[in-house]
């Protein structure tokens, strides 16, 4: 207490007086004797309350306004996630209307929610691109700036007619090469995968690309990234004839990440078992077979089949 | 002084506006206020097929028993009418706690219908006493719920609970089956099934009122299931031995049809692939055992010639078979529907064998509307409804297949069961709208002449391809707009972790948003990827 700054001419308080029920007396006391304060209500000064209660209200005020900040942005994105994009977007701008600090937030907000807008329009598109564009440029970085890139990046690759891969290719690279161990930056480096490997060009070009992708995956630091990374470069080996050896350890490096889904999480388990087969690694081929029937059971098409597989299995790779 | 108290005052009576103010702006996302006096929960369906309302009132009357503080009721909608007082319920603020999704529309799960996600993972304490107890809900029915109306990946949650399958089954006319062929059951194997048909057509010649072997109507995409089942029935090894991503046919009837599309639009399979002629050769056999005129026929139509013993067969699912054993003065046998088998000396090397059932999706699932003043008690009523003990009964009343695991089914619906020691499912030709409509337009040409298939080939080599590329632009558009909402779900969750709120996925619910986005944009991808590569002008 001692250590607290402490107006001149001491602290103002309300004392109730037993004998005079629920009036409020003033009472004064010297500064020095603030310790002394718990054992002696008596001589607190009244004028002090006031003051007190007014910066408890502006703390209170400030709260209340922060809460109702987050309350209403945090209202304005669980509108958009529910899909109602109109309301959101008349939140969002509502906000920033009241609340200059949150004017990224709603920027953001009001991008996405004009690229939900039904009928889509490209009066929407790039009214989004220019509010992320001017996140992302604005000084200093911070979380928007790599929300705003990744958006820029989504607008290019889903949004505009015709698709602009190269240039969506140019955000999400930004956004692993500077912020590779951010959740955006993990997740760029996924739909950079994608964007490079389904663009229509030259085979020797995709192949190209496909290698280059691999050198990336080191900076893969997120099991969810790293399935997903890898779950599309193992479609693209067989897409694209790069290899089933190659296919297969992107499988297995997914299906160690974990596979969430479970029609996915079985299908990679047979998919692996199917290429092992094929490339002769038998015992790898039933392991991953039997790990299909123990995940899957009798709920999957395959089920059946895959048993009959096993019962013909050849005896010398029976465990 | 007196100043100083009153500003005092002022200042903790303005504190309790804004704190007031505060707790006000939620009350928009509060859900209706319950009505006072006894809850009424309210559940709506399409199901006015006989059995179906009694089956729930049935139910209805035993949890009342249980609750008796609850009184429930329910509203049975007429199919035709069902989407229109729909919408209107649900815009009106009017609709009742719990709704079946009858269409799979995904348009107004996330604006109208709570996840049921933490429910789901909770036992359901009416399974208490039974094999089930303790099991979480959403591990209770006969089959994981992975697709909707039940889970929806697209929207990562779960959204109903089911209380049925639908199967597809062959019924026939067992008093006139006896009566023309003597026989009690139709035959197992594909070609007796035939000469059966060849039977009836062979009886009915000369007689004043003809009986034909199988009644059917034109094939649109909701009552084409027997010419689809043929012409998958011999896709099945392409699916599976073909495979270009070594997944067995990946386990969906949507990815069988997925391979045979892309197939067909990259050329490594063509209508004048063996497989694909062998399908329409088994299309037309089948076909000319079909009333006349089925071309033009609707679904009521071919259930008339049934229910007037002037066809001896037809196909439709199980959820028919309340309104046919009931509105049928004959005796009604029920079979799975009949293809070839791998011995078959010509179809044969196109097929696997039976078809695996275990895809088959859930019907009659009931979803919590986000305006139901008690979400508790409605899911409550639901946990019922899908019991162990209640849905044994449901079964029974309403000659509905279980949907809860360890019901065993009664003897009058254990033929639809589904099966599940069969082969993965392979697909027709027929992969979309566009190829559908063209499969409808042109089928005549099949049964016209004796050249049929080669005159319906020959016919649809030229406009196939632009029915593919139809089919695979409606793909991507609606893969688009999924693509934007898991986006949009992605950084709506961010922004609540960032500010501290409660964000809208768990870490498990997060990764999985990433995985299903990620499979998505890769198709939608690879179908861009096809569109550009391989369309023709």
Not at chain 1, 106 to 120: D, H, M, S, W, Y
Not at chain 1, 258 to 266: D, E, F, L, N, S
Not at chain 2, 245 to 274: C, E, K, N, Q, V
């Amino acid at each position: 207490m001692s250590g607290l700054p402490v107006p001149p001419g001491g602290i103002s308080c309300i004392a109730f007086n037993a004998g005079r029920a629920n009036k409020a007396v003033e009472c004064r006391r010297p500064v020095a004797s603030l310790d002394r304060m718990a054992t002696a209500p008596a001589q607190f000064s009244y004028r002090w309350i006031p003051a007190v209660l007014l910066i408890g209200a502006v703390l209170a005020r400030a709260a209340t306004v922060e809460a109702g900040s987050t309350s209403t942005t945090a209202a304005a994105w669980r509108e958009l996630a529910a899909g109602n994009s109109r309301e959101a977007r008349a939140s969002f701008l509502k906000v920033r209307a009241s609340q200059p600090t949150a004017i990224r937030e709603t920027q953001i907000g009001e991008a996405v929610a004009l690229l939900n807008l039904q009928p889509v329009t490209a009066t929407n598109r790039e009214a989004a691109r220019r509010l992320c564009a001017e996140v992302a440029t604005a000084n200093p970085e911070d979380a928007w700036t790599l929300k705003a890139r990744y958006f820029l990046g989504r607008i290019s690759e889903l949004h505009t007619t015709p698709t602009d891969l190269a240039g969506a290719a140019t955000h999400y690279e930004w956004l692993f090469t500077h912020h590779p161990a951010s959740e955006w930056g993990q997740l760029a480096l996924v739909k950079f995968a994608i964007v490079q490997l389904q663009e229509p060009v030259a085979p020797d070009e995709t192949h190209r690309r496909y290698h280059r992708l691999v050198t990336l995956e080191p900076k893969l630091a997120e099991a969810s990234a790293r399935r997903d990374f890898h779950l599309v470069l193992g479609a693209t080996c067989l897409q694209h004839d790069l290899g089933l050896e190659e296919a297969l350890r992107h499988l297995l490096a997914a299906e160690a990440a974990g596979v969430r889904q479970p029609i996915r999480a079985a299908t990679v388990l047979i998919q692996i078992a199917e290429l092992s087969r094929k490339l002769g690694r038998l015992v790898q081929a039933r392991t991953y077979y039997e790990r299909f029937l123990a995940v899957a059971g009798d709920g999957d098409t395959r089920s059946f089949l895959v048993r009959e597989r096993l019962a013909a299995w050849p005896v010398e790779v029976k465990p | 002084m007196r100043r100083g108290r009153l500003a005092g005052f002022a200042v903790v009576l303005g504190w309790a506006v804004f704190l007031v103010a505060g707790l006000d702006s939620r009350a928009a996302e509060r859900p209706a206020t319950p009505a006072r006096g006894p809850t009424v929960i309210r559940f709506a369906h399409a199901q006015l097929e006989p059995g179906l309302r009694e089956a729930f009132d049935a139910l209805a009357r035993d949890y009342m028993a249980v609750r008796p503080g609850i009184r429930v009721e329910q509203i049975a909608v007429p199919r035709r009418v069902w989407a229109s007082w729909l919408r209107t319920q649900l815009v009106g603020g009017t609709a009742p706690d719990l709704i079946q999704l009858v269409d799979n529309d995904p348009n107004i799960i996330l604006q109208n219908f709570r996840p049921l996600d933490e429910w789901m993972a909770q036992p359901n304490p009416h399974n208490a006493g039974t094999p089930l107890a303790g099991v979480r809900w959403q591990d209770t029915f006969v089959r994981p719920l992975a697709a909707p109306p039940a889970y929806w990946p697209v929207y990562l949650g779960f959204y109903a609970a089911p209380t049925t399958i639908f199967t597809m089954r062959l019924y026939y006319n067992r008093t006139l089956l006896r009566t023309i062929t003597g026989r009690e059951t139709l035959p197992a194997s594909f070609d007796e099934f035939l000469a059966v048909c060849d039977h009836v057509r062979t009886w009915s010649k000369g007689r004043a009122q003809p009986v034909y072997a199988i009644a059917n109507a034109r094939p649109t995409p909701s009552t084409d299931v027997l010419f689809q089942n043929l012409m998958a029935a011999t896709s099945q090894r392409f699916v599976v031995d073909r495979d270009p991503t070594y997944s067995l046919g990946a386990g969906t009837t949507d990815s069988a049809r997925y391979m045979i599309h892309d197939a067909l639009f990259t050329g490594t399979l063509t209508l004048r692939d063996p497989a694909i002629q062998a399908s329409l050769r088994l299309v037309r056999d089948v076909g000319r055992h079909f009333q006349p005129g089925f071309l033009a026929a609707d679904r009521d139509e071919a259930m008339f010639y049934f229910l007037q013993q002037r066809a001896v067969m037809m196909v439709t699912g199980s959820w028919d078979y309340p309104t046919l054993s009931s509105q049928a003065n004959f005796d009604t046998g029920v079979q799975a529907i009949p293809l070839p088998g791998p011995k078959h000396p010509i179809y044969g090397r196109f097929v696997l064998g039976e078809t695996s059932e275990a895809d088959m999706s859930f019907r009659g699932a009931f979803a919590l509307t986000k305006r139901s003043p008690q979400p508790e008690a409605a899911i409550d009523f639901l946990r019922y409804l899908t019991s162990v003990e209640a849905n044994a009964k449901f079964s029974r009343v309403s000659g509905w297949v279980p949907a809860v695991r360890g019901v065993e089914p009664s003897d009058k619906v254990a033929a639809f069961y589904p099966r599940l020691n069969g082969y993965p499912r392979g697909s027709g030709w027929t992969v979309g709208v566009e190829t559908q409509r063209l499969w409808q337009t042109y089928a005549y040409l099949l049964f016209a002449t004796d050249d049929g298939v080669e005159r319906l080939t020959a016919t649809l080599e030229p406009l196939l391809n632009q029915a593919l590329i139809g089919d695979e632009l409606k793909e991507t558009r609606e893969s688009l707009s999924n693509l934007a909402n898991y986006d949009t779900r992605a950084i709506a969750d961010w922004a609540l972790r960032q500010s501290g709120a409660e964000p809208l996925f768990s870490p498990e619910r997060r990764s999985e948003l990433h995985e299903a986005q990620t499979a998505l944009e890769q198709a939608y991808f690879r179908s861009r990827y096809l569109l550009e590569t391989h369309a023709k002008p």
